[in-house]
């Protein structure tokens, strides 16, 4: 009877069709049972995993609580409030579990609370996937692309530099690397700095002139352009560090180097100058990685200002809301580059490697291959995979990747001063701090 049931529905498993029919006669198919944090520091990042287990022996989900600068306080959130408040509720229900869990603070959005969010939200859509027996891309309506395209990072501290290691990616098989010149708004790049010589600030707080950065920028792309040619995709990540106007003038003299994207010239403190960015040039830009609350992206897709949306999963709050962004976007055009570093954790990754693998209007995914040691893998089994500039899922029923929980404790979450949980001040010569 299960099994015709199953047919009727078109569910995936008998399995799945007798805990729906008990659920339709009013009784809770299936329970939360337990909802654990699991933090751990394999590497050089504190990840957070939240790790939601279900009444049905051995079924339970991962996701991702990630958030690097504030690890301690997503762990609090969740030990304190989120699991208690998902303990005995239904696990299938991943909507009404993310609609009013998110509302369960009343005060809302953030990445603290979007952090925990996600991690539930991710366990619940692994759970589900793993009830129907599909690598979780199946339920989200299958693959669009054989496997998801990716970009790597070249720098360098010359353009010399950044030329040679945007050679060895090439070979290695990329089509798309993102280029800097002494890693993000080139610190190194000014003069030695007067803050540090009249004693303000700490010596360890770093330093940029806006000018030297920019044209350095503008010299490392004529001569990348010069060295491989009009053909490879080439990306910069401007950090949202310099003032708004020289931004706008940057982005302007970068269009004749036909970038792939520029990334983050503005801070969202200062994003009405999208407008006016827009209306000099056609530079493709990609914007979202500090976003977490929807105000900040609706009119930023609607109006058509930006090209790329780049929120990562852990910070708006999961699967779920990143599904509407891709949605949202898709129907004005914006294509998809979701935030994608090394000090991410690997579920992350592969959620959002699931719904790029899905969505008709995927633009490209950041690449961590060189940031993941032997180690991670190995907490982290199931890891998805790098093979000449693309990004390969495991096709294991749910996410596809799990966490080694004795491995795991092995390397424990660091706390002040091993792990800093914040980002050290960048000054300008007079010591004026300027955006990270
Ligand atoms: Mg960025």
């Given at each position: 009877?299960?099994?015709?049931?199953?047919?009727?529905?078109?569910?995936?498993?008998?399995?799945?069709?007798?805990?729906?029919?008990?659920?339709?006669?009013?009784?809770?198919?299936?329970?939360?049972?337990?909802v654990k944090v699991i933090?751990?520091?394999?590497?050089?990042?504190?990840y957070v995993v939240l790790k939601v287990?279900?009444?049905?022996?051995?079924?339970y989900g991962v996701g991702s609580a990630t958030?690097?600068?504030?690890?301690?306080?997503v762990?609090?959130?969740i030990?304190?409030?989120l699991?208690?408040?998902a303990?005995?509720?239904?696990p299938?229900?991943i909507?009404?579990l993310w609609?009013?869990a998110?509302?369960?603070?009343?005060?809302?959005?953030?990445?603290?609370?979007n952090g925990a969010l996600c991690g539930l939200d991710e366990a619940l859509w692994d759970i589900k996937a793993?009830?129907?027996?599909?690598?979780l891309?199946?339920?989200?309506?299958?693959?669009?692309?054989?496997?998801?395209?990716?970009?790597?990072?070249?720098?360098?501290?010359?353009?010399?530099?950044?030329?040679?290691?945007?050679?060895?990616?090439?070979?290695?098989?990329?089509?798309?690397?993102?280029?800097?010149?002494?890693?993000?708004?080139?610190?190194?790049?000014?003069?030695?700095?007067?803050?540090?010589?009249?004693?303000?600030?700490?010596?360890?707080?770093?330093?940029?002139?806006?000018?030297?950065?920019?044209?350095?920028?503008?010299?490392?792309?004529?001569?990348?352009?010069?060295?491989?040619?009009?053909?490879?995709?080439?990306?910069?990540?401007?950090?949202?560090?310099?003032?708004?106007?020289?931004?706008?003038?940057?982005?302007?003299?970068?269009?004749?180097?036909?970038?792939?994207?520029?990334?983050?010239?503005?801070?969202?403190?200062?994003?009405?100058?999208?407008?006016?960015?827009?209306?000099?040039?056609?530079?493709?830009?990609?914007?979202?990685?500090?976003?977490?609350?929807?105000?900040?992206?609706?009119?930023?897709?609607?109006?058509?200002?930006?090209?790329?949306?780049?929120?990562?999963f852990n910070?708006?709050g999961g699967i779920t809301?990143g599904?509407?962004?891709?949605?949202?976007?898709?129907?004005?055009?914006?294509?998809?580059?979701?935030?994608?570093?090394?000090?991410?954790d690997p579920i992350n990754?592969a959620a959002q490697?699931?719904?790029?693998?899905?969505?008709?209007?995927?633009?490209?995914?950041?690449?961590?291959?060189?940031?993941?040691?032997?180690?991670?893998?190995?907490?982290?089994?199931?890891?998805?995979?790098?093979?000449?500039?693309?990004?390969?899922?495991?096709?294991?029923?749910g996410i596809?990747v799990d966490i080694?929980?004795?491995?795991?404790?092995?390397?424990?979450?660091?706390?002040?001063?091993?792990?800093?949980?914040?980002?050290?001040?960048?000054?300008?010569?007079?010591?004026?701090?300027?955006?990270?």
């Open positions: 009877m299960a099994a015709a049931a199953a047919g009727m529905l078109g569910l995936q498993s008998e399995a799945l069709a007798q805990t729906y029919s008990k659920a339709t006669r009013g009784m809770p198919a299936l329970k939360i049972t337990n933090a751990t520091c394999p590497q050089s990042g504190n287990e279900t009444s049905e022996p051995g079924l958030l690097t600068t504030r690890g301690a306080a762990i609090t959130s030990t304190e409030f699991a208690p408040f303990l005995g509720r239904d299938a229900n909507e009404d609609q009013t998110y509302v369960s603070s009343y005060w809302r959005n953030g990445p603290v609370l793993k009830r129907a027996k599909v690598p891309y199946e339920l989200l309506g299958g693959k669009s692309r054989f496997a998801i395209t990716t970009y790597c990072h070249a720098d360098g501290k010359t353009v010399e530099e950044t030329s040679e290691n945007v050679s060895k990616f090439v070979e290695a098989g990329w089509k798309h690397v993102r280029i800097q010149l002494g890693g993000y708004g080139s610190p190194m790049l000014g003069q030695t700095p007067d803050f540090r010589a009249a004693g303000f600030g700490l010596p360890s707080d770093g330093y940029q002139d806006n000018q030297p950065y920019v044209k350095g920028t503008l010299k490392l792309f004529e001569h990348i352009r010069k060295v491989h040619g009009d053909d490879l995709e080439l990306l910069h990540d401007m950090h949202e560090r310099i003032e708004p106007i020289e931004a706008v003038n940057l982005v302007k003299a970068l269009q004749q180097y036909r970038l792939f994207w520029a990334e983050d010239p503005l801070s969202p403190e200062q994003m009405g100058y999208f407008k006016m960015m827009r209306e000099q040039c056609s530079t493709p830009i990609a914007m979202g990685e500090l976003f977490s609350h929807p105000m900040e992206w609706i009119s930023l897709i609607s109006d058509r200002l930006i090209d790329f949306i780049r929120v990562g910070h708006v809301p599904l509407k962004i891709a949605r949202l976007a898709e129907a004005f055009g914006v294509r998809t580059g979701w935030h994608g570093p090394g000090n991410i990754h490697g699931h719904v790029d693998l899905t969505i008709p209007n995927f633009g490209i995914q950041e690449d961590v291959d060189l940031a993941w040691g032997k180690v991670i893998q190995e907490v982290f089994p199931g890891c998805p995979q790098m093979k000449k500039g693309y990004m390969y899922l495991n096709e294991a029923p596809g080694d929980e004795k491995l795991a404790a092995k390397y424990p979450f660091k706390a002040f001063p091993e792990g800093t949980g914040f980002r050290f001040p960048i000054r300008k010569a007079d010591g004026t701090q300027i955006r990270p």
